[in-house]
């Protein structure tokens, strides 16, 4: 039976890291960029006296229901923009595994591949959305009709339910978790393809993507410790923040030092982090597809 090696996919991510710390931190950067945008963009609309509950506008209601429809909008458009730049860097990690020699420095590109992974990838996780409504619908009317069963075993029965639903959609997320490459790949809609790539291979699929999200836990949290640290050798008195009408921060090299530092680990971190999530799959695809035999020259 055709399959991959795990720890070979697992370790795919951190090579990468190794080989491309410059693009690991572009990518980190790119992925806040839509939420600060956003931030900004929202920043002339925040304090107003129509957001107070009980206050006494100073502008009208048409004035205030004009500037909510903004600040919607400006929402929307930050969310819209931060799911096209993930896309955009989830097809980068695929096509830096799956041709590395052809791909750039960073991988990251924008046409059809990059289309299709953002169709599959909604067209998913639609289906497993409406495939766990399935089965909690299923669980509530096994629960129904195991209602008058004795009082000690009622736990076991919905832990048994709890169980079987969460691995039903570990299956699902697993038996789905190539079509995505399998699109960048065949630069199409490539459902089929995907869905028998990972035949045989489901169980260590789930396995290495419950590895993989741990992995990207244990790498952010270090991070995360040196954002803080930074900032906390910055000097702040943590203490001023108490009256918010009072702190303020004075700007000096210290200060900006250790937040440029703390933004460096966060932008490195989750960079990192996304390199750790997306290269596994990247990698046990072109293992699987090395072993089928298929031919496909590196190109993009």
């Given at each position: 039976?055709?399959?991959?090696?795990?720890?070979?996919?697992?370790?795919?991510?951190?090579?990468?890291?190794?080989?491309?710390?410059?693009?690991v931190l572009l990518w980190g950067v790119l992925l806040y960029l839509p939420g600060i945008a956003g931030i900004l963009?929202?920043?002339?609309?925040?304090?107003?006296?129509?957001?107070?509950?009980?206050?006494?506008?100073?502008?009208?209601?048409?004035?205030?229901?004009?500037?909510?429809?903004?600040?919607?909008?400006?929402?929307?458009?930050?969310?819209?923009?931060?799911?096209?730049?993930q896309a955009l860097i989830g097809v980068a990690v695929i096509r830096l595994i799956l041709w590395p020699r052809t791909?750039?420095?960073?991988?990251?590109?924008?046409?059809?591949?990059?289309?299709?992974?953002?169709?599959?990838?909604?067209?998913?996780?639609?289906?497993?959305?409406?495939?766990?409504?399935?089965?909690?619908?299923?669980?509530?009317?096994?629960?129904?009709?195991?209602?008058?069963?004795?009082?000690?075993?009622?736990?076991?029965?919905?832990?048994?339910?709890?169980?079987?639903?969460?691995?039903?959609?570990?299956?699902?997320?697993?038996?789905?978790?190539?079509?995505?490459?399998?699109?960048?790949?065949?630069?199409?809609?490539?459902?089929?393809?995907?869905?028998?790539?990972?035949?045989?291979?489901?169980?260590?699929?789930?396995?290495?993507?419950?590895?993989?999200?741990?992995?990207?836990?244990?790498?952010?949290?270090?991070?995360?410790?040196?954002?803080?640290?930074?900032?906390?050798?910055?000097?702040?008195?943590?203490?001023?923040?108490?009256?918010?009408?009072?702190?303020?921060?004075?700007?000096?090299?210290?200060?900006?030092?250790?937040?440029?530092?703390?933004?460096?680990?966060?932008?490195?971190?989750?960079?990192?982090?996304?390199?750790?999530?997306?290269?596994?799959?990247?990698?046990?695809?072109?293992?699987?597809?090395?072993?089928?035999?298929?031919?496909?020259?590196?190109?993009?």
């Open positions: 039976m055709k399959t991959f090696s795990m720890g070979e996919a697992l370790g795919s991510g951190f090579v990468m890291i190794a080989k491309r710390p410059l693009a963009a929202l920043a002339p609309f925040m304090g107003g006296s129509w957001m107070e509950p009980g206050a006494a506008p100073d502008v009208s209601d048409a004035e205030a229901i004009d500037a909510f429809l903004q600040m919607q909008g400006w929402s929307m458009l930050s969310n819209a923009l931060s799911l096209i730049v791909s750039g420095w960073a991988g990251l590109r924008l046409g059809s591949a990059e289309f299709c992974y953002i169709v599959v990838q909604i067209a998913i996780w639609i289906g497993l959305g409406m495939l766990m409504l399935l089965v909690l619908l299923l669980g509530a009317l096994v629960g129904v009709a195991f209602r008058g069963a004795a009082p000690e075993i009622q736990p076991l029965i919905w832990t048994v339910l709890g169980v079987v639903g969460f691995g039903l959609f570990l299956w699902a997320w697993a038996r789905t978790g190539l079509i995505s490459v399998a699109s960048v790949d065949k630069k199409s809609l490539a459902f089929e393809e995907g869905w028998r790539m990972a035949r045989g291979s489901s169980f260590k699929l789930a396995v290495m993507g419950v590895i993989s999200a741990i992995l990207c836990f244990i790498v952010f949290v270090p991070v995360i410790a040196l954002a803080a640290l930074s900032v906390g050798l910055a000097g702040i008195d943590w203490a001023a923040f108490a009256d918010a009408e009072t702190w303020s921060l004075t700007w000096d090299a210290r200060l900006m030092i250790g937040f440029g530092l703390a933004l460096l680990f966060i932008f490195a971190g989750t960079g990192a982090a996304t390199a750790v999530a997306y290269a596994p799959w990247a990698s046990a695809y072109r293992q699987l597809r090395t072993l089928e035999n298929e031919t496909h020259p590196e190109s993009s």
